[in-house]
């Protein structure tokens, strides 16, 4: 079978993937989110206590300073873990859309050796996702990452990170770059996902389109029809999405 087709004048956004978190990396201080841990803005005198700075060891003489956790973080969460089970060390309301997949993420680092933090996502009271243990070693930040989908009727959520330890010693460490992002389909122009945008994700496309294969439904509107040409061309001829 041989398709015929013409591309027609329109325009064609593709979704960019944005963090949904205000004040992701701590860089605007003690402000965005709310803790049910008491917060100090001098030093640390007891265990569920944190701070926002840019030096643990200015609030515990015992915490080991760690490296920046990406290029040109400054300020991180700075926390001495609570020994009170299902306390969140970090909460915020955020605005979801029914249906929608999403990526949380966060870096964690242990502030003194031995006894690490056990980080886990929660969101509306519930834990999502795989916990992570942080290191037992101080100054290498880790990464923690959950999958998470809006239920139908939810539009709005309580996004939490519990810490699943409560020892009393050491239990200290550090948070930053607190990340909730759409999960973005492929870019359609690389419809052969092979890192490369040529002739071959044409011939990909039409094998799949012709035998109706779902991954053709570029538009993702659930049907396979000559809308989804249009948009794998639109994107492959501008060369991306």
């Keep these: 079978m041989k398709l015929s087709f013409c591309i027609l004048a329109c325009s064609v956004t593709f979704a960019q993937a944005q963090n949904l978190i205000v004040n992701p990396g701590f ?5 965005g989110f709310s803790s049910d841990y008491s917060f100090s803005g001098g030093g640390n005198c007891c265990e569920g206590q944190y701070t926002v ?13 760690p490296p920046a956790s990406v290029p040109g973080s400054v300020l991180f969460m700075v926390i001495n873990g609570s020994t009170a089970p299902n ?16 990526e949380l993420s966060l870096l964690g680092c242990t502030a003194v050796a031995g006894g690490p933090a056990i980080l886990q996502f929660q969101v509306d009271g519930a834990l999502i996702g795989s916990s992570r243990t942080l290191p037992t070693v101080t100054r290498e930040w880790v990464s923690l990452t959950a999958r998470w989908t809006a239920p139908a009727g939810v539009t709005s959520i309580q996004l939490a990170v519990r810490n699943l330890n409560t020892a009393t010693f050491p239990n200290d460490f550090y948070i930053d770059g607190v990340s909730m992002v759409a999960v973005v389909p492929p870019c359609p122009a690389d419809f052969n996902q092979d890192g490369g945008i040529d002739g071959s994700d044409v011939e990909a ?10 991954s053709a439904d570029v538009n993702q509107d659930g049907g396979i029809t000559g809308e989804d040409v249009e948009v794998f061309f639109v994107a492959w001829e501008a060369g991306g999405c």
Excluded: C, K
């Excluded at 860089?27 to 402000?31: F, H, K, L, P, Y």
């Excluded at 306390?87 to 915020?92: M, N, P």
């Design 53 to 65: 700075r840019g030096n643990g060891n200015t609030f515990n003489g015992a915490f080991v300073n």
């Design 87 to 102: 306390l969140r060390i970090w909460y915020q309301t955020v605005g979801v859309t029914p249906g929608q997949e999403y």
């Design 205 to 214: 496309f039409f094998a799949a389109f012709e035998s109706g294969d779902q």
């Design 27 to 31: 860089e605007s201080g003690n402000t």
